[in-house]
């Protein structure tokens, strides 16, 4: 992180030596500990819970309307999320972050086989298999959200190197 966040790294830092301080950990708390944390979630958090709007799309998609229909819903459904994000940001779908170890060793494929889902609306994550998954095959999910993934594969690096 860059300079103008210094400030408010150290605070974050203290507030957390303050509540969860144990000598067990006394090494994450210094300021290049407390550092290499942020780094660990920011490279490998992953978003949790799912906000209102998405549980209902997720339904809608199991819809049966004529392709017409399904057009112009997906075309609201794209300014709905532009106006979302102006607002918003990436957020809109995400209630926090947490590290969960098995989602963390998955690596990113634009075809995965496995999908990160929070079927409970909680912090409760499931890794659920998309498609036929063979003994010593890696599995792999998608970094990118569900919109992106069918973007051109120059967007999709494009947001890839974001992430």
Request: hydrophobic share 35%.
């Amino acid at each position: 992180m860059g300079e103008q966040f210094q400030e408010q790294i150290e605070v974050l830092r203290q507030m957390c030596h303050d509540a969860f301080y144990c000598e067990e950990a006394a090494a994450w708390f210094t300021p290049d500990g407390f550092r290499s944390i942020l780094a660990l979630i920011g490279r490998n958090g992953q978003g949790v819970g799912t906000s209102s709007l998405s549980a209902w799309l997720k339904n809608c998609e199991q819809l049966n309307i004529p392709q017409i229909e399904r057009k112009r819903f997906d075309k609201m459904v794209d300014r709905i999320y532009e106006k979302c994000d102006e607002e918003s940001g990436s957020f809109l779908n995400c209630e926090g972050s947490a590290l969960y170890m098995l989602q963390s060793l998955c690596n990113h494929s634009c075809d995965p086989n496995a999908d990160i889902t929070f079927p409970y609306h909680n912090h409760v994550l499931v890794l659920r298999a998309t498609k036929a998954i063979f003994p010593g095959e890696e599995i792999c999910v998608s970094y990118l959200n569900e919109c992106d993934r069918d973007r051109s594969r120059h967007s999709r690096s494009k947001a890839l190197r974001l992430v």
